[in-house]
């Protein structure tokens, strides 16, 4: 196993003074060390993680980190800044920075270490001595854990099994009374750095409050499941997560405390006193898929319980796993076109007729694989929406939900109710008290029973016919859809894929689009023609304006400029995403009216489309192709214009030069 940092991969003298700068100045340590083999492709997904929760800690620390299929090693490097860093911590800039780099498919092992380290961070003898080290070696041998004292003991075991540790220790430490005894649970998106920085904070209050505390750390280097004696003697329950707990009917019963991660890291001793207080209250909680409710009525958490926010989440979570099979089905079908031709969907089957020296039997087989893999996109997206709400049980019935959708013609629409319906309908099962002995059949045998039947009879006697019958109607509109309507659709559709480029409105936009494709019809071509032009534009208009102004742009935003060609070309909204986080007041409005523009011309010129995604690699496979690309060369061009005199106009006004430089450095280059 290589080593994760060395003495090169060290800045003991970090002279970047925003988050992208530094991040890019280590990770240029990481190019030039083998580490990472694209740059602007690696930053681009430090940027994606950035923009779903800042870094930066408590403490003077910024952990900028992602998975990303550009990083060959799983690699830290380390930066120290004399001035400070805004990393979006509460108390202000951070002076100790690492960026945490994980190949995508990274081994427990490496993992292990990486997380290791996270829990590191939150020990003040470890990052006193980061800060005090003048030798790039001997601050990466401390890194490493190399160094022999308090800073270095937790290297060789396990988060969960380190906070176990230190909770059992707190229960030696007070043998005269029964100490509190509190289960946590502690999670992150990415599952490196906050899953454990929270396991570690909150062992670190349990100790000084002499409470006996027990952690699960739900994260990339495993998921090792607390003993059911721990939770069974447990007083109360800590969730700190930013993803859904797992295998939540564990803790049914108890008072639990739900939160996001980042509170478990800041706020320990906060919500150890609220678990106390919970038990105090002889409060419990009925767990189901979505959060904890207690007795009383309060549902802890905070904003984490708004329904708004977790409806997102749901519909959100079916549509990232619907992606996959419209991008493989969709391309499939698509290429099947380009080969033998619209008539060859309805090709006889190749199990029954296949000539390998003939182009059209090739066709016919991809044309009958993608439209196979197409089958599926509303069963998972009803399933996985079920999933994002009610966990695993969910599963069978939101597929059966969805299946149905498709026999009663229900469509795309029909997905989205049959998928919520399962995740309510397990959510209300779960919230049913059961004898103990029970519970071990509940998930795999009992709920996926009673909430399939339940979900089937909804489905077909009381909301299937009248989603089917909206379905139609949205149908037969787009197909009807012409002069001024079609170009109203449009100019919708391009705002929202631009708005946020990739965000949820993005995706909602690109959904409903793909949705169409799975029944296609004239209108619903349209759509998804309309939609992939629009969503090309960001990137492009940022790499066209840096191009005939880059003075006007960072010697970073210039080199991203170059890299956006490539991605507005293919049709990967991101590459705009670095530019927007560096001036959003100028950049988001610029591209969201170039969106709107190209989106009304795409549905004015009548433009079709029959694959899910390509960008200009799909260009025979667009109708009317000419006056398609026109309708995206124009609103590059809008877009354009609009960045560049509104930047233009900032720099007129006074702003210094510098002050531009600084305000505008790039996310990811």
């Known amino acids: 196993m290589s080593e994760l940092i060395t003495a090169a991969l060290v800045d003991l003298d970090l002279s970047a003074e925003t988050k ?62 004399d001035r400070g860093i805004d990393f979006g911590a509460a108390d202000g800039p951070a002076d100790l920075i690492f960026l945490i780099a994980a190949p995508a498919g990274a081994d427990d092992d490496h993992l292990t270490i990486l997380s290791a380290l996270a829990r590191r961070l939150m020990d003040p003898a470890f990052t006193s001595a980061l800060r005090a080290e003048r030798a790039p070696a001997a601050a990466a041998a401390l890194i490493r854990g190399e160094e022999v004292g308090p800073a270095g003991s937790t290297s060789d075991a396990s988060p969960s099994e380190n906070a176990a540790a230190d909770g059992r220790a707190a229960d030696s430490a007070a043998p005269t009374d029964e100490p509190f005894r509190i289960v946590a649970v502690t999670s992150c998106p990415t599952g490196i750095a906050h899953t454990y920085m929270a396991a570690e904070s909150l062992a670190a209050a349990a100790r000084a409050e002499g409470v006996v505390l027990d952690v ?33 009917a564990r803790f049914d019963g108890k008072p639990v405390v739900d939160t996001g991660v980042k509170a478990g890291i800041n706020r320990p001793a906060a919500l150890i006193a609220e678990a106390k207080r919970q038990a105090e209250r002889g409060a419990t909680s009925t767990v189901t898929g979505g959060s904890a409710q207690q007795d009383d009525g309060v549902t802890t958490g905070g904003d984490r319980a708004h329904f708004g926010i977790r409806l997102r989440t749901y519909l959100m979570s079916g549509v990232s796993y619907m992606v996959p099979f419209v991008a493989a089905g969709g391309l499939l079908i698509a290429l099947s076109f380009a080969i033998g031709g619209y008539e060859i969907a309805s090709a006889k089957s190749v199990a029954d007729h296949f000539v390998w020296g003939e182009a059209d039997s090739w066709a016919a087989l991809l044309n009958q694989i993608g439209t196979a893999a197409f089958a599926f996109l509303v069963p998972v997206l009803a399933g996985y929406i079920a999933y994002g709400m009610a966990d695993r049980p969910a599963l069978v019935p939101g597929f059966v939900g969805g299946a149905i959708a498709l026999t009663i013609n229900a469509g795309f629409l029909g997905g989205l109710a049959a998928g919520l319906l399962a995740g309510a309908v397990v959510m209300a099962i779960q919230r049913v008290k059961v004898h103990p002995t029970l519970r071990g059949i509940m998930p795999v045998l009992v709920i996926p029973l009673i909430a399939s039947v339940v979900v089937g009879f909804l489905m077909f006697i009381v909301v299937g016919k009248p ?31 631009c708005f946020d480029m990739g965000g949820p409105l993005n995706k ?10 799975a029944d296609p019809t004239p209108g619903s071509l349209k759509v998804m023609a309309a939609v992939m032009a629009a969503g090309m534009v960001p990137p492009l208009a940022m790499a066209l304006a840096t191009t005939v102004r880059g003075r006007l742009f960072t010697k970073t935003e210039r080199e991203n400029g170059r890299a956006a060609w490539v991605l507005g070309a293919s049709f990967i909204s991101e590459g705009a995403i670095p530019f927007a986080a560096a001036d959003p007041l100028r950049v988001i409005p610029s591209v969201m009216a170039g969106g709107a523009v190209t989106g009304a011309l795409s549905m004015a010129f009548g433009c079709t489309l029959r694959a899910p995604h390509g960008g200009i690699f799909v260009v025979p496979l667009i109708g009317d192709p000419f006056l398609y690309l026109l309708a995206v060369a124009a609103g590059t061009a ?23 430089e600084e305000s505008q450095i790039s996310v990811a280059a």
């Open 20 to 81: 992208y700068d530094a991040a890019r100045s280590l990770a240029e340590r990481m190019v030039a060390g083998g580490r990472v083999s694209d740059l602007d492709g690696f930053l681009a997904d430090v940027a994606a993680r950035e923009v779903q929760m800042p870094t930066g800690l408590d403490g003077g620390i910024g952990i900028p980190h992602c998975r990303s299929e550009h990083v060959t090693a799983p690699t830290l490097a380390f930066g120290r800044s």
């Open 216 to 248: 699960e750390t739900q994260g990339s280097a495993g998921f090792e499941r607390l003993d059911p004696g721990l939770i069974d003697a447990a007083d109360a329950v800590i969730w700190a997560h930013d993803v859904e707990v797992r295998e939540k």
């Open 467 to 497: 989603i089917a019958s909206l379905q139609r109607a949205l149908t037969d509109g787009l197909n009807g859809l012409s002069g001024s309507n079609a170009i109203i659709l449009g100019i919708v559709l391009g705002l929202m894929m």
């Open 508 to 517: 909602v936009a690109y959904a409903f689009a793909v949705g169409g494709l």
């Open 638 to 660: 809008v877009a354009t214009a609009l960045v560049v005199l509104l930047k233009g106009v900032r720099k007129t006004v006074g702003a210094p030069a510098p002050a531009i």
